[in-house]
Structures are given as C-alpha cells and as structure tokens.
Nanobody, 115 residues
C-alpha cells in the first residue's frame, strides 16, 4: 500500500510563499490523479488543486493564479507552490492520490498565514 507524506508547512506572513511536497512510498505514475486539499478549523475539507497523469491541472477559484501544482514522477513527489499567501489560506493541507478506485491520503501539514 502506498503511503503519502506531506512536508513544507510553516508559519508565514501574508504575501509570503511556501512550497509543500507530497512524497510517495511507491511510484506516483500509477496515480491517475493527485491533488491537494485543505481543511480550516470548523470547515469541511476542500479541494485546492488537482493534477492528472497527462499533466492537466485544475484549481479552486480562490487559489487560481497564486498556487501551482506539479508532480515529478522520477522523484515520486507532488508539489504545491503557494505564492501571495493570505490569512484565509490557513489550514491543514492534505495530499491525495487516486489509484484503481482507491483514495490515498497523507496525514497533513499545517500552513499558517499570519503577521
């Protein structure tokens, strides 16, 4: 069973940048889609961005133009570059991979945007 481990969460000031990484214990080329989700306190988990095996991407409107999702199959790692961060981006960010009808999740990494 593939395990996903997120890293890169931190405390950052508004307007700052962070890059999250999601490292897989196995090949991510078997995932037909991978994505980042986030969950703020008291709110439901929501989709942030997704990238499919062909390279196509989709972003939530709230992050479009500020966040960039990418994947490096050779390193079995997916990334989320987050720029122009806002306080409302504060949340636990989760990595997700979809393979053979199964959803795989990481344990999350905390991103806090505050001055």
């Amino acid at each position: 069973q593939v395990q996903l481990v997120e890293s890169g969460g931190d405390l950052v000031q508004p307007g700052g940048s962070l890059r999250l990484a999601c490292a897989a214990s196995g090949s991510i080329s078997n995932f037909y889609a991978m994505g980042w989700y986030r969950q703020a306190p008291g709110k439901q988990r929501e989709l942030v961005a997704v990238i499919i095996s062909g390279g196509g991407t989709h972003y939530d409107n709230d992050v479009k133009g500020r966040f960039t999702i990418s994947r490096d199959n050779a390193k079995n790692t997916m990334y989320l570059q987050m720029d122009s961060l806002k306080p409302e981006d504060t949340a636990v960010y989760y990595c997700n991979g979809k393979q053979s009808g199964i959803d795989y999740w990481g344990q999350g990494t905390q991103v806090t945007v505050s001055s």
